[in-house]
C-alpha cells in the first residue's frame, strides 16, 4: 500500500495478510474480515481468538495486520514505551517526574520512528480503512463481511461510512463509536463497567452479604490511595524478580478497569486491600505489564496516529476532568483530570505533532447495512451504551448486551458466540434466545 495516498511521492508499505480457511466442506463465499482493537494490536497475531469465537465455521477469515503493526513492515513499535509502562508501576501516576518520564519515553519513540522515514501522520482510519477497500478488490472478492473489536469498531464504522461498497454485514464487539472516542467517552464507560459489577455482587447475597456496598467501598479506597499511596514488593509469576509497586488511586482505577475481566475476583481484592492487604491487586496491575509478550507487541505509531489526529483535536483539553467529575465526583480531582488508561493524552499528542484529521472523522456513521452491535455488561474499557448510541443512525442495527461479561463479549461468552453466529446467517434477525437465563458469576468471598 502507499503510505500515504494524499502525497504522490509517498513511499510503499507492507500490510501482512493471513487467511483462515473455513471448517465446513462448501465455505460461503463472503468471507469475515476481523479488525483489531488497540489501536495498535496486530490482526494477525488474533488469529486464534477469531478461531475460538467461531467464525470460520462455515466462512474463511481474513485477518490483515493494521499499517504500522508488528507483522506489517514497516513496524512502527516502540519497546521503550512499553518498558516505561512496566517500570511506571513503580511509581506515582500524577507525580512531575512521572509525566516528565512519560513523554520522554513518547519524545524517544516518534524520535526514533521519524528517523526512519515513516510519514506519521499517515498512520490513522482514513489510511487504514482505504488499505481495507484495496485489500478485497487485491483479493477478487465482490462482498464481505467485517467483524471488529475494541478499536477495530471504530475502524468499521469509518469503512462502513467511507468505503461501504462490498460489505454485506458489520459484526462490533466492545463499541467505540468514532464521534465521540476520547476521554470523556473513557470515563463513563469506566463508570458503566464498575456500577454493572458492582450490581451484580449487591444481587448475590453471599457477595452482598461479604462486601455490602463494595461501590462506596471502592470510591473510599481511591480517595485514600490518591491522599497516601501504598508502596509494596511483589514476585512477578513464573518467575524470582521482584518488583516495586505503588498504588495510588489512579493506579486503582486502572486495575480496576482491566480486573472486570477477572470480575468473581474483584470483591474480594478490593476487601483486601481495605484491610491492609494489597499483594492481590499490585501483582495483577504490575504483572500484566511486565510480561514479556507486553514489550514490542503494540504499534504506537498507529496508538498515536489515530489518538493525536481524530480523538484530541475535537476534545477539549480537560475532557478527562469534565468526564471524571460527572462519572466519579467523590474522585480527587489528580484521578480526574487522566482518563482510565490514558494518561497524559494530550500532552502525548503535543509531542506527537501530528496533523489534525478532516472534522468529518468525527462523523457519525449512517446506512442500512446490517450491523450487529454486541457489549458486555461489565464492559468497562468502552461501555454497553454505545451499542444503542451507534445503532441510531444505522437503520438495520441489532443492539445486544450480555450480561456480566467484560469488554469483546466474543472472547468470554459461549452466548455471544451464538449470537454472532446466527449473526453471520441471517444478518437482520439474529437468534438471541440464549440471553435468557444468563446468571451472574459467583464472585468470591473470603475470610
Known amino acids: 500500500m502507499p503510505e500515504n495516498r494524499s502525497d504522490p511521492a509517498s513511499r510503499w508499505i507492507r500490510l501482512g495478510v493471513a487467511i483462515v480457511p473455513a471448517l465446513a466442506a462448501k465455505p460461503r463465499p463472503d468471507p469475515i474480515v476481523w479488525l483489531a482493537g488497540g489501536p495498535g494490536d496486530d490482526a494477525v497475531g488474533e488469529a486464534k481468538l477469531a478461531v475460538d469465537g467461531g467464525l470460520n465455521r462455515d466462512r474463511d477469515v481474513i485477518l ?36 516528565r518520564l512519560h513523554l520522554q519515553a513518547t519524545k524517544a519513540c516518534r524520535d526514533r520512528l521519524a528517523g526512519l522515514g515513516a510519514d506519521l501522520g499517515a498512520y490513522n482510519d482514513i489510511e487504514s480503512s482505504a488499505d481495507l477497500a484495496d485489500l478485497r478488490t487485491a483479493l477478487g472478492l465482490p462482498q464481505w463481511n467485517l467483524y471488529g473489536i475494541s478499536y477495530g469498531t471504530q475502524l468499521a464504522l469509518v469503512t462502513m461510512r467511507l468505503h461501504p461498497q462490498g460489505i454485506r454485514s458489520v459484526g462490533i464487539d466492545g463499541i467505540l463509536p468514532p464521534s465521540t472516542a476520547g476521554e470523556a467517552l473513557a470515563w463513563s464507560a469506566a463508570k458503566q463497567g464498575f456500577d454493572g459489577l458492582f450490581k451484580a455482587c449487591a444481587e448475590q447475597p453471599a457477595c452482598n452479604d461479604r462486601y455490602p456496598n463494595l461501590s462506596a467501598t471502592f470510591e473510599r479506597l481511591v480517595g485514600e490511595l490518591q491522599a497516601k499511596p501504598v508502596t509494596t514488593t511483589i514476585t512477578l509469576p513464573g518467575t524470582h524478580k ?47 505489564k511486565y510480561s514479556p509478550q507486553a514489550v514490542g507487541r503494540t504499534s504506537h505509531g498507529l496508538v498515536y496516529g489515530v489518538f493525536c489526529s481524530e480523538w484530541t483535536p475535537y476534545e477539549a483539553r480537560d475532557a478527562a476532568v469534565r468526564g471524571g467529575e460527572e462519572a466519579f465526583p467523590s474522585f480527587p480531582r489528580s484521578v480526574r483530570s ?38 458486555g455488561g461489565f464492559d468497562s474499557q468502552t461501555g454497553a451504551a454505545n451499542g444503542p448510541y451507534v445503532a441510531r443512525t444505522l437503520n438495520r442495527a441489532t443492539v445486544v448486551t450480555v450480561p456480566y461479561e467484560p469488554h469483546v463479549v466474543l472472547a468470554t461468552s459461549k452466548c455471544a458466540r451464538t449470537i454472532v453466529a446466527s449473526f453471520f446467517d441471517t444478518p437482520t434477525a439474529p437468534d438471541t434466545s440464549c440471553l435468557k437465563g444468563l446468571k451472574a458469576p459467583a464472585f468470591e468471598t473470603g475470610p
Open 338 to 375: 487522566q482518563s482510565p488508561q490514558l494518561a497524559y493524552l494530550h500532552q502525548d499528542c503535543d509531542t506527537w505533532n501530528v496533523p489534525a484529521a478532516p472534522r468529518s472523522i468525527r462523523d457519525a456513521t449512517k446506512g442500512d447495512i446490517p450491523t450487529l452491535a454486541i457489549s
Open 242 to 288: 521482584q518488583v516495586k509497586v505503588v498504588l495510588d488511586g489512579t493506579a486503582l482505577v486502572n486495575w480496576m478497569t482491566s480486573a472486570t475481566h477477572v470480575a468473581p475476583q474483584v470483591p474480594r481484592a478490593l476487601d483486601e486491600l481495605a484491610h491492609g492487604k494489597p499483594q492481590r491487586i499490585a501483582e495483577q496491575w504490575a504483572a500484566a
Open 64 to 99: 490483515m495486520s493494521q499499517r504500522g503493526t508488528y507483522s506489517a513492515n514497516p513496524a512502527l513499535t516502540c519497546p521503550n514505551i512499553d518498558e516505561f509502562n512496566a517500570r511506571a508501576t513503580g511509581l506515582a501516576s500524577d507525580s512531575p517526574e512521572t509525566q
